[in-house]
């Protein structure tokens, strides 16, 4: 727990502080163009296989508070945040939910940044319960959040300088088939360069993330 506690502590004070973004809800959204020559990111790439033209972008300038899910990822070196949903989804309001979306995506400054900020998500879902009044309140409350945010699935990755994180639900997927083999299909994208990565896993209604060593091709979508 120390050292969970020392981590978690060291992370806060690289470059930008959580009250860098505070009172700042500033968002711009857009639609992908359709021109092959945008799609520069192998996430972009994996976006549009899945949505094809029915992408939507959405490029958040500071931390936003209606969007609670993005609000779970530290903000130490984060340089940028970006979402994608489907542009025919939700029909009626404005996408503000987590299964609203398919794929968000955090720029950190650095690869040693983003591993760090990886490495502390992962360590807040695995506080000690039974602990409480040894740990930091703040930290109960990230904890209990993303605990609350796995419900329904996703998947969480550090690759280069970003983390994704692959929206999941409790219902079919978007492309068809099973979960895995979505996941299977996302990691073959951006890990193209390699044999396996190590991801942050949750199924419906597990309540938890785990970590897992996974292949990222010889599954037929490279």
């Not at 500033?26 to 799609?39: C, Q, V």
């Not at 309001?93 to 990886?118: G, M, W």
């Not at 209990?144 to 692959?166: C, H, M, R, T, Y």
Request: hydrophobic share 30%; charged share 30%.
């Amino acid at each position: 727990m120390t050292f969970l506690l020392l981590t978690i502590s060291c992370n806060r004070e690289v470059n930008k502080k959580e009250s860098d973004y505070s009172n700042k809800t500033e968002e711009t959204a857009k639609e992908i163009r359709n021109d092959s020559s945008y799609y520069s990111s192998k996430h972009e790439d994996f976006v549009r296989y899945v949505l094809k033209d029915r992408v939507r972008e959405h490029g958040f300038e500071y931390v936003v508070e209606n969007i609670r899910y993005v609000g779970l990822f530290p903000v130490d070196g984060l340089q940028e945040i970006v979402a994608f949903s489907d542009k025919n989804y939700p029909k009626k309001v404005k996408p503000t939910d987590y299964e609203h979306f398919i794929l968000f995506c955090f720029r950190y400054s650095s690869v040693t940044q983003a591993k760090l900020n990886f490495d502390n998500f992962y360590l807040h879902t695995q506080l000690d319960t039974t602990k409480y009044d040894a740990v930091e309140q703040s930290y109960i409350e990230m904890h209990e959040k993303i605990k609350g945010a796995s419900k329904p699935g996703g998947l969480i990755v550090q690759e280069n300088e970003w983390i994704f994180s692959l929206v999941e639900t409790c219902r079919e997927t978007p492309t068809g088939g099973n979960w895995d083999d979505y996941e299977d299909l996302f990691l073959s994208y951006i890990g193209q360069d390699k044999d396996s990565i190590t991801v942050l896993n949750a199924d419906c209604g597990k309540m938890t993330f785990k970590k897992e060593k996974r292949t990222t091709h010889n599954n037929g979508y490279n």
